[in-house]
């Protein structure tokens, strides 16, 4: 049975920085696609990005120069790097492996 579990949101100041881990089972995540997606109050879940097997990594627009997505095959887990956070990056950030099988999300709050 595949399984992801996200971990390492908080509360960050504008400006600051934080690290999500994506903990895979079941997978290598070196072998699929692994993407994070994010879900702010009220609005619709938003891919962030994503890294290929290849290790080719996209982003969308909003984040690119500030997060980081990385692979730890050893650990086999997928970090998620954020700086210069914005308050509104605040939202459940959520990691997916496959195309198909999600975790539970951590939530990453950007205030003051």
């Known amino acids: 049975q595949v399984q992801v579990q996200e971990s390492g949101g908080g509360l960050v100041q504008p400006g600051g920085s934080l690290r999500l881990a994506c903990a895979a089972s079941g997978v290598i995540v070196s072998n699929v696609d692994m993407a994070w997606y994010r879900q702010a109050p009220g609005k619709e879940r938003e891919w962030v990005g994503g890294i290929r097997p290849t290790g080719a990594s996209l982003y969308t627009d909003s984040v690119k120069g500030r997060f980081t997505i990385s692979r730890d095959n050893a650990k086999n887990t997928v970090s998620l790097q954020m700086n210069s956070l914005k308050p509104e990056d605040t939202a459940v950030y959520y990691c997916?492996?496959?195309?198909?099988?999600w975790g539970q999300g951590t939530q990453v709050t950007v205030s003051s």
């Open positions: 997916r492996a496959a195309g198909s099988v």
